[in-house]
Nanobody
């Protein structure tokens, strides 16, 4: 049974920073690309950052240059450092393995962590 536990969300003013963390259990982490997804109210869940087992990251245009994804393979954790936050970053953030299924919003998900950017 795969378990994903996200944490680190909260309320922050525009221009502020947050660091999200995710602990993944089970086989999901081993040699698999991991990603952070987000879902804003009324919108679909989208992949915004991914990290290969090697540690190389890829980013959606909307967050490139502001967000940094990283992983610790020994601890089965993946993190997302978010800087220069904007109101449009407000969403529930989820981590998961990056697969065809998860990019189409299928599969098992954790509870997510709410990020609200507002003054």
């Amino acid at each position: 049974q795969v378990q994903l536990v996200e944490s680190g969300g909260g309320l922050v003013e525009p221009g502020g920073s947050l660091r999200l963390s995710c602990v993944a259990s089970g086989d999901i982490f081993n040699n698999h690309p991991m990603g952070w997804f987000r879902q804003a109210p009324g919108k679909q869940r989208d992949l915004i950052a991914s990290v290969a087992p090697s540690g190389v990251g890829n980013y959606a245009h909307s967050v490139e240059g502001r967000f940094t994804i990283s992983r610790d393979n020994a601890k089965n954790t993946v993190s997302l450092q978010m800087n220069s936050l904007k109101p449009e970053d407000t969403a529930v953030y989820y981590c998961n393995e990056v697969t065809v299924a998860t990019t189409l919003d299928f599969g098992s998900w954790g509870q997510g962590t709410q990020v609200t950017v507002s003054s």
